[in-house]
């Protein structure tokens, strides 16, 4: 049973254009959410997080947007650069309930930008 | 300050043999959660540490093990390795207080088991 789903394996975009990554979750518990990006062999990097309460945080280049009705969130990046091809987790937790230290995560998309 | 950092990086191991990696998380923090990562099921949450008490604990075997000590470091073990063991094993930390908060993860350390 996948909680947390990235329908999408890969992407690619064109330098300078928007890139954006979709992300949907089946847990109504889930209060908060979380967009990692990694390189191979290395740990994912925290990029952005948002709360159940907030249906969008910003930060520089990189939106989330949250859905709650739909059960649907997307990181959009503006521009892309070639520096941001990486595999991209999305990732979701029930902050409040005492399990959030349990990250579930999505299988990930592979974003290619292209120079 | 310094992230979150793993050790050993690379490790081989055959069949049967048991492993323990470490980790030892960002200063301050007081929880320490281990995944595994493959390319079959993905990045997946082994258990978590916090004050040296096991906290919360995903759907592996016994075989995977772990402790926490009084620093916050934290150390996994698996026993009686099989092959499906090899993946990437990541540790991370956050502050552990409850509520919202953002777990930030070390570089992994990649296992082999033949």
């Known amino acids: 049973d996948q909680q947390v789903k990235q329908n999408s394996p890969s992407l690619s975009v064109q330098e300078g254009r928007i890139s954006i990554l979709n992300c949907d979750y089946t847990?109504?518990?889930?209060?908060?959410f979380l967009w990692y990006k990694k390189y191979p062999a290395e740990g994912p990097t925290f990029l952005i997080s948002i709360s159940s309460i907030k249906d969008k945080n910003e930060d520089g280049r990189f939106t989330v947007f949250l859905n709650k009705s739909a059960k649907h969130l997307s990181l959009h990046i503006v521009p892309s650069q070639p520096g941001d091809s990486a595999v991209y987790f999305c990732?979701?937790?029930?902050?409040?309930?005492?399990?959030?230290?349990?990250?579930?995560f999505g299988k990930g998309i592979t974003l290619s930008v292209r120079p | 300050k310094a992230g979150v950092t793993q050790t050993p990086r690379y490790l081989i191991k055959t069949r049967g043999q048991q492993v323990t990696l470490s980790c030892s998380p960002i200063s301050g923090h007081r929880s320490v959660s281990w995944y595994q990562q493959t390319p079959g099921q993905g990045l997946q949450f082994l258990f978590e540490?916090?004050?040296?008490?096991?906290?919360n604990k995903g759907n592996f075997p016994g075989r995977f093990s772990g402790r926490q000590f009084s620093n916050s470091r934290s150390e996994m073990n698996v026993s009686t390795l099989e092959l499906g063991d090899s993946a990437l094993y990541l540790c991370?930390?956050?502050f552990g207080q409850g509520g919202q908060e953002t777990q930030y993860f070390g570089p992994g350390t990649r296992l082999l088991v033949l």
């Open positions: 991370a930390s956050s």
């Open positions: 540490y916090f004050s040296e008490t096991q906290r």
């Open positions: 847990n109504s518990m889930f209060d908060y």
């Open positions: 990732a979701a937790s029930r902050g409040y309930t005492g399990a959030n230290s349990k990250l579930t």
